[in-house]
């Protein structure tokens, strides 16, 4: 069975400060994909990145950059010089590979609610 | 990108009566929309797989009778709610898949629903 864990429940930030969300995963699939997604108070959740298990290139998109590591199954997420409208409840999830009907379901971490404080 | 909307937003029904949620992919087909239901500060939980022209799948401790799922075309999933109960006060959240080629899968996130049973 798959399983996602964001040990960190809650995190306060001032902001400018750096912050990194952690992500561990478990899966017996050797093909995943790992995504994270940002949900700010209006539910509706934001797509920021998606990795698959071949790429374990780190990757950096503006103020986001992401630290992928297999061999510790680790998924963590950080935001450099963070902003108030950073401020939201962070999602890491994983998607299974297997064929079927249930193609594309997600599991999804317990989320990290991120406050960045001005 | 993909569109995916949900209607209503958010709605408040009396404890017993039925509500209906659609969920509907604007710009594309979706063979497969996935129901998520979002406790208050909680994750996304899985509810039911939904597979046009098919019965859904639902999720271990989903009940079937109580949650309807409708999948009568490529652009429309619709979940009842039978019944409503004060518990079952939720956010809920549709997802559309789409089949871009291969074993690569674009799945795209509806603003979700708030359900509220007084």
């Known amino acids: 069975a798959q399983k996602v864990t964001q040990a960190q429940t809650e995190i306060s930030v001032v902001e400018k400060e750096d912050v990194t969300l952690d992500c561990v995963y478990e899966t017996r699939d050797t093909t995943y994909y790992l995504f994270w997604y940002k949900q700010p108070p209006s539910g509706e959740l934001v797509f920021l ?70 | 990108g993909a569109v995916v909307s949900q209607h209503p937003s958010w709605v408040i029904c009396k404890s017993g009566t039925s509500v209906k949620i659609e ?10 929309m996935f129901w998520y239901r979002q406790f208050p500060k909680q994750s996304l939980m899985l509810m039911a797989t939904s597979n046009e022209g098919s019965k859904a799948t639902y999720e271990q401790g989903v009940e079937k009778d109580k949650f309807l799922i409708n999948h009568a075309s490529l652009t429309l999933s619709t979940l009842t709610v039978t019944s409503a109960h004060p518990e079952d006060s939720s956010f809920y959240i ?25």
């Open chain 1, 49 to 118: 990145i998606r990795r698959n298990s071949f790429d374990e290139q780190n990757e950096i998109s503006g103020r986001y950059s992401w630290n992928f590591q297999k061999s510790t199954s680790s998924f963590n997420f950080t935001i450099t010089a963070s902003q108030v409208v950073d401020s939201a409840v962070y999602f890491c999830a994983l998607r299974e590979s297997a064929g079927g009907t249930s193609y594309g379901k997600l599991t999804f971490g317990q989320g990290t609610i991120l406050t960045v404080h001005p």
């Open chain 2, 23 to 32: 969920c509907r992919s604007l710009d594309f087909q979706a063979t497969t």
């Open chain 2, 94 to 118: 549709c997802s559309a898949r789409i089949k871009t080629g291969g074993f690569n899968v674009e799945q795209y996130f509806g603003p979700g629903t708030r359900l509220t049973v007084t």
